[in-house]
């Protein structure tokens, strides 16, 4: 197998530069509320009002055309860099030719309100900073409402600009800005000479922005993210790493309800020029529970108390099964739809919003959630609220995993057509099991513990006898299938064999040859609804490089670890996929399972071996 270093990484720059790839090169701002996605250049090309999974007043990462964008035009003398303002969600894009010199600040305003609660309107600051000389640029402002969907119409008003859909579904977008109005909209050509702003609302604003109040807005919001960073723990290896994706996680996460996204777009494809193009504007449970347990691990409890209401709210009844998704205000009708009219991302189509797979059964959302439950309760035992109300979906998931932990389901892959026994969905029943187990030994609910010890050691033995390939020499991807699934890896993570046990390091050894390509991971091999995937799911990876780690491939996993570090963008971001070839990020962005995983793997990572924990005390004495 080929290594490519990071520290030698000079290499793959150069076959970029030479294919010149597109790529997803996008920053991400947000509040909580909503985000946006901005380009390397400058250019807003996706964002959503007021809420993360409202229609799009900007989406040209879709369709160059009919999505709309608010960029910024300058000369072939300007170069552009962009990169985050310290450990912020704060986007700095710098414009310089020669002495002339300015900065873009993107942010959306969050931070605490004296009264109590978050500021976060659904808002998009620009700051632009003047930093020397007599730099020039032109303005490209053009938002297509309710997905472009319909014609837009742009009016100068008194104080602000706005747009309008006339057709179809009535909507209106402001923008105010310290600038001319008419030379905005007329990209003439502005000389800036100070500091000044341009602001864009779903809400008509009752006083008027200036550039001083912005400003205060641009310093408190830094503030917000400088305090929240504070309260993460520091890292000695791959602490810029953890702390960017920590902030994309928290930028993923939705205050009003307590849901975490998947991702914050739609339809981004997984390959060029197929179908499989997805919206993941939605709250998996699955997900979702794998990044709060990342987060709450890291120190932030209030995002795993939030969620955690968000389950309680969403399962009234006691004998209620969960779905595997839900709308971020708890919807749980999530119909699918094709925007036609979009060509979509490099001509990818379709388009669509809405997700079909909400209809499906998956068996391992139960052990995911009871995991974070567990966690929850043993972590903050004396502040959990709602303890009551935990120990009844506890009582609940066992009880619906009994009933149907036998069944065939779709699996974590969601295939959309045949059901089997997916050897992760089994696992993770057992999961469940082993978690309420430990749950009822906390709250001293003795009672539960003989019967639902008989239930665990029932899948147990079903897992090893069924899922287990003598011929193979692993743990396969379902009962009496000789494919490989990656997915399979997690058996050791979720504490159901130890990473030393021979079944394990010959599963992992197994699913290297038969899945790994260059050092990237597939999901699978085997055929499914689309055809063989061809790209690299990224969270795959990032749970191989764990395995190999844990089997005592220490070396093997660093070397690869910072080989998938160099496919991130220039901001250090994931998207969900990455080609084998070319190494460009597909799929949604920026996806929350990758940047979990790479948090685990790089703490993981991070630990000392016994020498290095004794070289360092010698050099400290």
């Known amino acids: 197998m080929f290594f490519v ?75 552009i860099s962009q990169k985050y303002d310290d450990d912020t969600c704060i986007l700095l894009t710098s414009f310089a030719a020669g002495e002339n010199v300015f900065e873009i600040r993107d942010f959306m305003p969050r931070y605490y309100k004296e009264s109590g609660g978050y500021n976060s309107p659904p808002d998009i600051i620009r700051y632009i900073k003047h930093v020397s000389g007599k730099p020039e640029f032109r303005v490209k402002y053009n938002p297509k409402l309710e997905y472009g969907a319909f014609k837009t119409f742009t009016h100068i008003k008194d104080n602000f600009i706005v747009s309008i859909t006339q057709e179809g579904a009535y909507d209106t977008l402001f923008m105010y800005t310290s600038f001319d109005n ?21 809400h008509e604003k009752v006083l008027n922005p200036t550039t001083d109040k912005v400003y205060l807005e641009l310093n408190r919001t830094k503030v917000y993210w400088l305090n929240w960073v504070d309260k993460t723990p520091k890292y000695k290896k791959y602490n810029d790493e953890i702390m960017r994706s920590a902030l994309t996680l928290k930028l993923l996460s939705y205050d009003k309800s307590g849901a975490v996204l ?18 993941y504007r939605f709250c998996w449970i699955r997900d979702a529970s794998m990044v709060i347990k990342v987060v709450s691990e890291m120190g932030h409890k209030n995002i795993a108390k939030r969620y955690l209401q968000f389950i309680i709210d969403l ?45 499906q059964k998956q068996n391992d959302i139960y052990g995911i959630l009871m995991d974070v439950i567990h966690e929850q309760l043993v972590k903050f035992s004396t502040d959990i609220e709602n303890t009551e109300e935990l120990w009844s979906i506890t009582k609940g998931i066992v009880w619906v995993v009994d009933k149907h932990w036998k069944e065939a389901d779709k699996g974590i892959w969601e295939f959309r057509t045949e059901e089997r026994h997916f050897t992760f969905s089994k696992v993770l029943c ?88 260059e050092g ?39 070397s690869l670890f910072e080989q998938l570090l160099s496919y991130s963008n220039h901001l250090g971001l994931f998207s969900e996929d990455i080609d084998f070839k070319t190494k460009r990020l597909l799929g949604n962005f920026p996806q929350a399972y990758s940047h979990l995983a790479l948090i685990e793997t790089a703490t993981n990572l991070s630990r000392l071996t016994e020498e290095e924990e004794l070289i360092e005390a010698i050099n400290l004495t």
């Not at 270093?5 to 790839?21: E, G, Q």
């Not at 998947?262 to 919206?279: F, K, M, Q, Y």
């Not at 906390?442 to 539960?448: M, T």
């Not at 055929?527 to 795959?540: A, E, Q, R, V």
């Open 262 to 279: 998947a991702a914050a777009t739609t339809s981004l494809p997984e390959t060029i020029g197929e179908v499989r193009n997805w919206d």
């Open 182 to 202: 008419k030379a905005v909209l007329n990209q003439e050509k502005i000389t800036l000479s100070q500091d000044g702003f341009f602001l864009v609302s779903y």
């Open 430 to 517: 057992w999961v469940a099991i082993d978690k309420a187990l430990k749950v009822a030994r906390v709250l001293g609910k003795i009672s539960k513990i003989k019967k639902w010890e008989v239930i665990e050691k029932e899948i147990r033995n079903d897992i090893l006898t069924n899922a287990w390939n003598e011929e193979v020499g692993a743990f396969t991807q379902s009962y009496g299938s000789k494919d490989m699934d990656a997915s399979v890896l997690l058996m050791e993570p979720y504490g159901f064999i130890d990473a030393r046990d021979e079944k394990y390091v010959s599963t992992v050894k197994a699913i290297e040859r038969e899945l790994s390509y």
């Open 520 to 558: 990237l991971m597939y999901r699978y091999k085997n055929k499914d609804d689309f055809g063989l995937p061809s790209s690299s799911f990224t969270i795959c990876t990032f749970w191989f490089i764990n395995a190999l780690y844990k089997i005592g491939e220490r070396k093997k996993a660093i």
């Open 315 to 359: 399962i009234p009844d006691k004998d209620e099964k969960l779905q595997i998704m839900y709308g971020i205000n708890k919807e749980k009708m999530l119909t699918e739809k094709i925007l036609d009219h979009l060509n979509g991302y490099e001509n990818s189509k379709p388009v669509r919003i809405g997700n079909a797979a909400y209809e």
């Open 5 to 79: 270093n990071l520290r030698n990484n000079w290499l793959l720059s150069v076959i970029k530069t030479i294919i010149n790839m597109q790529n997803l090169d996008y920053g991400i701002i947000g509040n909580c509320r909503s985000a946006a996605l901005i380009s390397k250049t400058g250019s807003l090309d996706w964002c959503c009002l007021p809420e993360f999974d409202s229609s799009s007043v900007f989406a040209k990462i879709l369709d160059d055309e009919k999505g709309g964008s608010f960029e910024f035009l300058v000369d072939d003398s300007y170069k």
